[in-house]
């Protein structure tokens, strides 16, 4: 029994001397925050914070004080101009140094080679510029007195403010308000003559601070000019009007270099592709892209020249049918070959004599090989001179400015913390990409052959009941049909140029082996044609892929505010 007490009143004494000594190290608390200020007649103000400092047992080098000097409103950021003229510990000079960093001034306050306890007066006087709100009839100081930020209670906090010999503050438009950030608590406000003193009601804790709103007549303060709130702006916000003028600029470039020259004025319908075009260049020519579905079209081209088979494979699985494509040489590239179609037909077999198109969906270095392809296309449109320079290059430039002009801006308005910026910095590169990727630009030649392709594309795309209207039109036969039938798939209309042939029966090509045999309905052939043109899409794409005051304030609200700590 008397063990069980022994040990009961060995615990209760180790708890409390472990509670005491908790309390003891968590003493250190700001035992008064006085501020008096003085507004000068240049707009200027005068600072002195004198604050009662208790480090409690721990020993500390000193406090940090904490200010920002860059707010965001809705017209972007504003910044204002602190100068530190004097820091003192106890009435006698104390070492700081000052850092900026996330849009606020810390002073850092101490020796690092001494260390303190107890209770301590810091006094730390600074001048601040541009911190004057101004409005039609009247002009505001709007500050946060102790900052919102202080990691410690401030038991008392009060603040004086001093204006120029003369001046009448409105007793309606001055108002003082403690608590958390957004808080619209009020404390008491006193007004003598020029001079308005407030004090908060209560203890602050954590996050707490003290704010004051005061409104006063016009012309009391120099009010900066037009040009000077300008500059001002520019200086804060020159992301903002830069990003305007790159828009501006890709717009002129776009209008002088970037905009399609004229070709013959009337698009006349052609029956056939100009100068023999295969219709792989056809589809890149006509917007500058060489996309999936102008390679789709230029392996069905390679097919009906005999240079491979494409053999249709179907297999059932316990609910679904899975169809796979292969992909079979039958003649190899030569001279004569085109060369944009030899680096097709050479990526498409990869160096065999077959490949299963669901092979190349899971080749990992096929978009290697299609950025190839492509390079090719794109480089062949520039040597026929029929762009002024390689469209790919060109629109990688501008993706690449876009992208570096939207991380550059982007990264320093989050700097900033001005959330204006940063959403015109995210439009303005936007917009660049956006003119950038139409900025190549096709010579009057390249114009020409586009309306050429534009009058053949029209003669696909009619319908049967208006093909009477184009004078002189071959005849409908099958053979036609078969021969136009990639174009009509690179142009994207391949659906109406079959419907002109919806009711004709043709026999299964030697380059495609499918399922359908006999004579077949055009139609039919077509439902199969469909059916490759979206698998071969979805591949190549897969393959691709393997490759972000008044009563209207609040506490924490208007200039000033920060923090502060101890080190």
């Known amino acids: 029994m008397v063990r069980q007490r022994l040990a009961l009143s060995t615990l209760i004494f180790i708890t409390l001397v472990s509670f005491a000594f908790t309390k003891t190290a968590q003493a250190e608390s700001i035992t ?299 003649t190899p590239a030569n001279t004569n070959t085109p060369a944009l179609e030899k680096k097709l037909l050479e990526g498409l077999l990869g160096g065999g004599l077959a490949r299963l198109l669901s092979t190349i969906k899971l080749d990992t270095k096929f978009s290697q090989t299609l950025k190839d392809i492509k390079d090719v296309a794109y480089e062949e449109l520039k040597q026929r001179r029929w762009f002024n320079g390689n469209p790919s290059s060109v629109r990688i430039s501008y993706l690449v400015f876009a992208g570096v002009f939207g991380v550059g801006a982007g990264i320093f308005s989050g700097y900033q913390q001005n959330i204006v910026s940063m959403i015109c910095a995210v439009v303005a590169a936007l917009l660049i990409g956006i003119i950038g990727w139409f900025m190549p630009q096709k010579t009057k030649l390249g114009a020409e052959i586009r309306d050429d392709i534009l009058g053949f594309k029209q003669f696909l795309a009619v319908t049967d009941k208006e093909r009477f209207k184009f004078h002189n039109a071959p005849e409908k036969n099958p053979k036609q049909f078969m021969e136009w039938l990639p174009y009509a798939i690179a142009l994207g209309v391949e659906t109406q140029w079959a419907e002109q042939f919806a009711n004709m029966y043709i026999e299964p090509p030697q380059w495609y082996h499918s399922n359908l045999v006999g004579s077949i309905l055009i139609a039919d052939f077509m439902g199969n044609m469909s059916s490759f043109t979206a698998s071969t899409t979805s591949g190549f794409q897969a393959a691709s892929a393997k490759s972000g005051s008044g009563g209207h304030g609040f506490s924490g609200g208007g200039f000033g505010g920060g923090g502060g700590g101890s080190w």
């Not at 006094?123 to 541009?130: A, G, L």
């Not at 102790?146 to 001046?167: C, D, H, K, M, R």
Request: overall charge neutral.
């Open 32 to 330: 008064d925050f006085s501020s008096n200020i003085n507004i000068n007649p240049d707009a200027s103000f005068t600072v002195q914070e004198t604050i009662a400092y208790d480090f409690g047992m721990p020993e500390k080098h000193g406090i940090y004080r904490t200010i920002p000097v860059r707010y965001t409103n809705y017209t972007g950021v504003r910044s204002i101009d602190i100068n530190v003229i004097d820091v003192q510990r106890n009435g006698y000079d104390e070492p700081y140094e000052i850092k900026y960093g996330e849009g606020a001034m810390t002073i850092k306050i101490g020796d690092a080679n001494k260390t303190i306890s107890g209770s301590h007066a810091y006094k730390i006087t600074y001048t601040v510029k541009r911190a004057i709100n101004y409005f039609d009839n009247y002009d505001e100081l709007y500050w946060n007195v102790t900052g919102n930020q202080w990691l410690y209670t401030i038991e008392a906090s009060n603040v004086s403010v001093t204006f120029p010999v003369g001046t009448i503050i409105n007793e309606q438009l001055a108002s003082c308000y403690e608590g958390k950030t957004g808080s619209t608590s009020t404390c008491p406000i006193n007004i003598k003559a020029n001079t308005v003193t407030a004090h908060s009601n209560n203890i602050l804790t954590n996050q707490e601070g003290l704010t004051i709103a005061l409104a006063f007549p016009k012309n009391i303060v120099q009010q900066p000019s037009v040009i000077e709130k300008t500059s001002w702006w520019l200086k804060d916000n020159f992301i903002m009007p830069l990003t305007l003028l790159s828009v501006i600029i890709m717009l002129i470039l776009w209008f002088t270099k970037g905009r399609e020259p004229k070709g013959r004025l009337t698009i006349i319908p052609q029956y056939e592709p100009p100068q023999k075009l295969t219709p792989t260049l056809v589809g890149a020519l006509i917007d500058g892209v060489i996309n999936t579905r102008d390679l789709t079209a230029g392996i069905i081209w390679l097919a009906q020249q005999g240079y491979l088979r494409i053999e249709r494979q179907a297999t059932k699985g316990f609910l679904t049918k899975q169809v796979d494509y292969n992909f079979v040489s039958i």
